[in-house]
Protein backbone atom coordinates (compact mmCIF):
# COMPACT_ATOMS: atom_id res chain seq x y z
CA UNK A 1 0.00 0.00 0.00
CA UNK A 2 1.68 3.37 -0.83
CA UNK A 3 2.68 5.67 1.87
CA UNK A 4 1.13 9.07 2.26
CA UNK A 5 3.75 12.04 1.05
CA UNK A 6 4.32 14.36 4.22
CA UNK A 7 3.72 17.18 1.07
CA UNK A 8 0.66 15.76 -0.54
CA UNK A 9 -1.44 18.64 0.78
CA UNK A 10 0.86 21.57 -0.79
CA UNK A 11 0.86 19.41 -4.02
CA UNK A 12 -2.36 19.25 -3.82
CA UNK A 13 -3.06 22.78 -3.60
CA UNK A 14 -1.51 23.61 -7.13
CA UNK A 15 -3.07 23.00 -10.64
CA UNK A 16 -1.70 20.01 -12.37
CA UNK A 17 -1.27 19.11 -16.00
CA UNK A 18 -0.23 16.54 -17.83
CA UNK A 19 0.63 16.13 -21.44
CA UNK A 20 2.71 14.28 -24.10
CA UNK A 21 5.13 16.63 -26.67
CA UNK A 22 7.50 14.83 -29.29
CA UNK A 23 11.03 16.47 -28.90
CA UNK A 24 12.73 15.23 -31.92
CA UNK A 25 12.10 11.13 -32.16
CA UNK A 26 11.21 10.83 -28.55
CA UNK A 27 7.84 10.79 -27.04
CA UNK A 28 8.24 13.22 -23.79
CA UNK A 29 5.88 12.66 -21.17
CA UNK A 30 5.49 16.72 -19.38
CA UNK A 31 4.09 17.26 -15.27
CA UNK A 32 3.14 20.62 -15.22
CA UNK A 33 2.36 22.37 -11.57
CA UNK A 34 1.06 25.59 -10.91
CA UNK A 35 -0.70 28.36 -12.64
CA UNK A 36 0.08 28.14 -16.79
CA UNK A 37 0.83 31.75 -16.51
CA UNK A 38 3.23 31.98 -13.82
CA UNK A 39 7.35 32.54 -14.56
CA UNK A 40 8.17 28.96 -15.62
CA UNK A 41 11.00 26.60 -14.27
CA UNK A 42 11.83 22.82 -15.86
CA UNK A 43 12.89 20.38 -13.46
CA UNK A 44 15.30 17.88 -14.91
CA UNK A 45 15.57 14.78 -12.05
CA UNK A 46 18.21 12.17 -11.61
CA UNK A 47 19.26 8.68 -12.92
CA UNK A 48 16.65 5.90 -12.58
CA UNK A 49 13.68 8.29 -11.06
CA UNK A 50 10.93 10.23 -13.06
CA UNK A 51 9.42 13.30 -12.57
CA UNK A 52 8.03 12.15 -8.92
CA UNK A 53 10.88 13.19 -7.34
CA UNK A 54 10.78 16.41 -7.56
CA UNK A 55 7.16 17.22 -6.46
CA UNK A 56 8.27 18.15 -3.41
CA UNK A 57 9.97 21.12 -4.37
CA UNK A 58 7.30 22.13 -6.85
CA UNK A 59 4.81 21.87 -4.06
CA UNK A 60 7.17 24.66 -2.28
CA UNK A 61 7.14 26.77 -5.29
CA UNK A 62 3.44 27.93 -5.55
CA UNK A 63 3.36 31.15 -7.68
CA UNK A 64 6.11 29.27 -10.40
CA UNK A 65 4.97 26.84 -13.06
CA UNK A 66 7.01 24.26 -12.74
CA UNK A 67 7.71 22.06 -16.02
CA UNK A 68 8.75 18.50 -14.93
CA UNK A 69 9.35 15.97 -18.15
CA UNK A 70 10.16 12.40 -17.56
CA UNK A 71 14.13 12.20 -18.73
CA UNK A 72 14.16 9.81 -22.13
CA UNK A 73 14.15 6.46 -21.38
CA UNK A 74 12.71 7.02 -18.12
CA UNK A 75 8.78 7.11 -16.52
CA UNK A 76 6.76 7.60 -19.31
CA UNK A 77 8.99 9.06 -21.59
CA UNK A 78 10.23 7.24 -25.03
CA UNK A 79 13.81 6.32 -25.38
CA UNK A 80 16.92 8.17 -27.04
CA UNK A 81 18.29 6.20 -30.17
CA UNK A 82 21.45 6.50 -27.72
CA UNK A 83 21.84 7.91 -24.50
CA UNK A 84 24.67 9.84 -24.35
CA UNK A 85 25.26 12.86 -22.46
CA UNK A 86 25.55 14.81 -25.90
CA UNK A 87 22.07 13.18 -26.89
CA UNK A 88 20.60 14.02 -23.59
CA UNK A 89 21.80 17.55 -23.73
CA UNK A 90 20.21 17.78 -26.93
CA UNK A 91 17.08 16.64 -26.10
CA UNK A 92 17.12 19.41 -23.36
CA UNK A 93 18.00 22.37 -25.72
CA UNK A 94 14.87 21.11 -27.50
CA UNK A 95 12.47 20.25 -24.83
CA UNK A 96 13.07 23.81 -23.41
CA UNK A 97 13.10 25.88 -26.86
CA UNK A 98 9.71 24.23 -27.76
CA UNK A 99 7.80 24.08 -24.38
CA UNK A 100 9.17 26.82 -22.22
CA UNK A 101 11.72 29.18 -23.94
CA UNK A 102 13.59 31.24 -21.75
CA UNK A 103 12.67 29.44 -18.70
CA UNK A 104 15.05 29.14 -15.61
CA UNK A 105 16.35 25.11 -15.69
CA UNK A 106 16.76 23.03 -12.98
CA UNK A 107 18.61 19.81 -12.84
CA UNK A 108 19.18 17.10 -9.68
CA UNK A 109 22.33 14.50 -9.65
CA UNK A 110 22.74 12.76 -13.26
CA UNK A 111 19.96 15.65 -14.39
CA UNK A 112 22.49 18.38 -13.24
CA UNK A 113 25.17 16.65 -15.91
CA UNK A 114 22.07 17.13 -17.91
CA UNK A 115 21.72 20.43 -17.81
CA UNK A 116 25.07 21.38 -17.21
CA UNK A 117 26.20 20.09 -20.76
CA UNK A 118 22.82 21.67 -22.24
CA UNK A 119 24.02 25.08 -21.07
CA UNK A 120 27.58 24.50 -21.91
CA UNK A 121 25.35 23.94 -25.75
CA UNK A 122 23.87 26.61 -25.55
CA UNK A 123 20.43 25.98 -23.82
CA UNK A 124 18.42 28.84 -23.77
CA UNK A 125 17.95 29.78 -20.08
CA UNK A 126 18.61 32.47 -18.14
CA UNK A 127 19.89 30.91 -14.73
CA UNK A 128 20.42 27.37 -13.92
CA UNK A 129 20.02 25.49 -10.36
CA UNK A 130 21.82 22.80 -9.85
CA UNK A 131 20.81 20.35 -6.79
CA UNK A 132 22.81 17.85 -5.45
CA UNK A 133 25.38 18.33 -8.72
CA UNK A 134 27.97 15.43 -9.60
CA UNK A 135 31.41 17.54 -9.27
CA UNK A 136 33.68 14.41 -9.39
CA UNK A 137 34.13 11.44 -11.87
CA UNK A 138 32.54 8.61 -10.03
CA UNK A 139 35.41 6.38 -10.07
CA UNK A 140 37.30 8.73 -8.76
CA UNK A 141 35.40 10.40 -5.73
CA UNK A 142 34.92 10.29 -2.49
CA UNK A 143 32.71 7.16 -2.77
CA UNK A 144 34.78 4.97 -5.25
CA UNK A 145 34.16 1.66 -3.94
CA UNK A 146 30.50 2.41 -3.99
CA UNK A 147 30.91 3.50 -7.48
CA UNK A 148 32.66 0.51 -8.39
CA UNK A 149 30.32 -1.74 -6.31
CA UNK A 150 27.46 -0.27 -8.40
CA UNK A 151 29.76 -0.47 -11.97
CA UNK A 152 29.64 -3.66 -11.47
CA UNK A 153 26.34 -4.32 -10.58
CA UNK A 154 24.89 -2.92 -13.94
CA UNK A 155 27.69 -4.94 -15.90
CA UNK A 156 26.06 -8.17 -14.72
CA UNK A 157 22.70 -6.67 -15.27
CA UNK A 158 24.19 -6.42 -18.81
CA UNK A 159 25.76 -9.52 -19.30
CA UNK A 160 22.48 -11.74 -18.32
CA UNK A 161 19.88 -12.63 -20.67
CA UNK A 162 17.45 -9.72 -21.19
CA UNK A 163 14.67 -11.49 -18.56
CA UNK A 164 17.70 -11.56 -15.80
CA UNK A 165 19.25 -8.64 -16.91
CA UNK A 166 15.55 -6.65 -15.69
CA UNK A 167 14.88 -8.78 -12.85
CA UNK A 168 18.48 -7.78 -11.47
CA UNK A 169 18.03 -4.10 -12.83
CA UNK A 170 14.65 -3.91 -10.25
CA UNK A 171 15.42 -6.27 -7.86
CA UNK A 172 13.66 -5.29 -4.78
CA UNK A 173 16.66 -5.83 -2.12
CA UNK A 174 18.99 -3.82 -4.43
CA UNK A 175 16.37 -0.95 -4.73
CA UNK A 176 15.83 -0.60 -1.16
CA UNK A 177 19.60 -0.89 -0.59
CA UNK A 178 20.19 2.04 -2.75
CA UNK A 179 17.36 3.74 -0.93
CA UNK A 180 18.69 2.72 2.50
CA UNK A 181 22.02 3.99 1.61
CA UNK A 182 21.17 7.52 0.06
CA UNK A 183 18.72 8.52 3.01
CA UNK A 184 19.73 10.38 5.83
CA UNK A 185 16.85 11.54 8.12
CA UNK A 186 15.63 10.49 10.93
CA UNK A 187 11.83 10.88 10.76
CA UNK A 188 10.94 7.32 10.47
CA UNK A 189 7.82 8.16 8.54
CA UNK A 190 9.46 10.62 6.05
CA UNK A 191 11.61 7.35 5.90
CA UNK A 192 9.00 4.89 4.69
CA UNK A 193 7.99 7.41 2.83
CA UNK A 194 11.38 7.39 0.77
CA UNK A 195 11.70 4.00 0.35
CA UNK A 196 8.10 3.71 -0.98
CA UNK A 197 8.91 6.39 -3.68
CA UNK A 198 12.01 4.34 -4.73
CA UNK A 199 10.10 0.80 -4.70
CA UNK A 200 7.17 2.57 -6.73
CA UNK A 201 9.29 4.64 -9.30
CA UNK A 202 13.59 3.90 -9.49
CA UNK A 203 12.81 0.78 -11.83
CA UNK A 204 10.30 2.65 -14.47
CA UNK A 205 12.32 2.64 -18.11
CA UNK A 206 12.03 2.32 -21.51
CA UNK A 207 14.50 -1.00 -21.76
CA UNK A 208 17.45 -2.47 -20.11
CA UNK A 209 19.72 -0.87 -22.76
CA UNK A 210 18.52 2.77 -22.28
CA UNK A 211 18.95 2.53 -18.33
CA UNK A 212 22.42 0.77 -18.77
CA UNK A 213 23.51 3.62 -21.15
CA UNK A 214 22.06 6.46 -18.77
CA UNK A 215 24.23 4.60 -16.21
CA UNK A 216 27.12 4.37 -18.49
CA UNK A 217 26.86 8.50 -19.24
CA UNK A 218 26.24 9.51 -15.27
CA UNK A 219 29.47 8.17 -14.50
CA UNK A 220 31.48 9.40 -17.53
CA UNK A 221 30.66 12.96 -16.91
CA UNK A 222 30.27 15.63 -14.58
CA UNK A 223 28.98 19.01 -14.36
CA UNK A 224 32.76 20.13 -13.80
CA UNK A 225 34.05 19.42 -16.84
CA UNK A 226 31.82 22.26 -18.48
CA UNK A 227 31.34 24.33 -15.72
CA UNK A 228 33.62 27.00 -17.16
CA UNK A 229 31.56 26.99 -20.67
CA UNK A 230 28.55 27.99 -19.02
CA UNK A 231 27.67 31.65 -19.09
CA UNK A 232 24.37 31.83 -16.96
CA UNK A 233 24.44 32.19 -12.94
CA UNK A 234 24.48 29.81 -11.59
CA UNK A 235 22.67 28.27 -7.92
CA UNK A 236 24.41 24.96 -6.88
CA UNK A 237 22.62 23.08 -3.49
CA UNK A 238 25.07 20.89 -2.32
CA UNK A 239 24.36 18.37 1.32
CA UNK A 240 26.78 18.13 4.04
CA UNK A 241 26.34 14.33 4.15
CA UNK A 242 25.89 13.37 0.76
CA UNK A 243 28.03 10.36 -0.35
CA UNK A 244 28.35 11.09 -3.91
CA UNK A 245 29.99 13.88 -3.86
CA UNK A 246 31.56 15.66 -1.37
CA UNK A 247 31.10 18.43 0.24
CA UNK A 248 34.56 19.78 0.02
CA UNK A 249 34.29 18.97 -4.27
CA UNK A 250 31.29 21.14 -4.45
CA UNK A 251 33.26 24.11 -3.17
CA UNK A 252 36.09 23.32 -5.72
CA UNK A 253 33.09 23.25 -8.19
CA UNK A 254 32.01 26.54 -7.37
CA UNK A 255 35.43 28.18 -8.45
CA UNK A 256 34.87 26.64 -11.72
CA UNK A 257 31.72 28.75 -12.81
CA UNK A 258 32.17 32.23 -14.12
CA UNK A 259 29.44 32.92 -11.97
CA UNK A 260 28.30 30.35 -9.41
CA UNK A 261 26.75 30.54 -5.38
CA UNK A 262 26.87 27.36 -3.18
CA UNK A 263 24.34 27.06 -0.80
CA UNK A 264 25.29 24.23 2.03
CA UNK A 265 21.85 22.34 3.36
CA UNK A 266 22.84 20.26 7.02
CA UNK A 267 22.47 16.97 8.00
CA UNK A 268 20.63 15.69 4.50
CA UNK A 269 23.19 14.09 1.87
CA UNK A 270 22.28 12.91 -1.66
CA UNK A 271 18.12 13.34 -1.55
CA UNK A 272 17.83 16.87 -0.85
CA UNK A 273 14.48 17.05 -2.58
CA UNK A 274 12.94 14.59 -0.43
CA UNK A 275 14.55 15.52 2.95
CA UNK A 276 14.73 19.65 2.68
CA UNK A 277 12.34 20.55 -0.48
CA UNK A 278 11.35 23.83 1.63
CA UNK A 279 15.08 24.71 2.39
CA UNK A 280 16.11 24.01 -1.06
CA UNK A 281 12.73 26.00 -2.53
CA UNK A 282 13.86 28.74 0.00
CA UNK A 283 17.13 29.20 -1.51
CA UNK A 284 15.73 29.25 -5.18
CA UNK A 285 12.98 31.49 -4.14
CA UNK A 286 16.13 34.07 -2.94
CA UNK A 287 18.14 33.08 -6.09
CA UNK A 288 15.40 34.50 -8.35
CA UNK A 289 14.86 37.04 -6.34
CA UNK A 290 18.33 38.50 -6.69
CA UNK A 291 17.57 38.41 -10.56
CA UNK A 292 14.47 40.35 -9.97
CA UNK A 293 16.42 43.07 -7.30
CA UNK A 294 19.64 43.31 -9.95
CA UNK A 295 18.39 46.54 -11.03
CA UNK A 296 17.22 48.30 -7.87
CA UNK A 297 20.86 46.74 -5.95
CA UNK A 298 19.07 44.49 -4.06
CA UNK A 299 20.81 41.32 -3.21
CA UNK A 300 18.93 38.16 -1.22
CA UNK A 301 21.19 36.00 0.36
CA UNK A 302 20.20 32.10 0.96
CA UNK A 303 20.63 30.33 4.07
CA UNK A 304 24.64 28.60 4.16
CA UNK A 305 25.65 30.17 0.83
CA UNK A 306 29.25 30.88 0.29
Known sequence: ???????????????QRERVVWVGRVRTAVFEYGPEDAPPIVFVHGFRGD????????????????????????????????????????????FVASTAPGAVVLGHSFGSIVVAHAAARGLDAPRIVLINPIASPALAGGNRVGSLLALGYYRAAAALPEPAGLALLGAPPIVRGMSVFMAKTRDRDLKRWIHDQHDRYF??????????????????????????????????????????????HQHRLRQLFPQA???????????????????????????????DGAATGRHAGAPGER
Open 261 to 291: HLAVLHGVGHLVHYEQPREAAAIIRRFLGEA
Open 203 to 248: SRYASRQSVLEAFDASIRHTVGEVAGRIDQPVQLIAADRDDITPIA
Open 51 to 94: HHGLEPIAAHLPGFRVIAPDLPGFGDSGALDEATIEAYADWLRA
Open 1 to 15: MPVTSPYRALLAALP
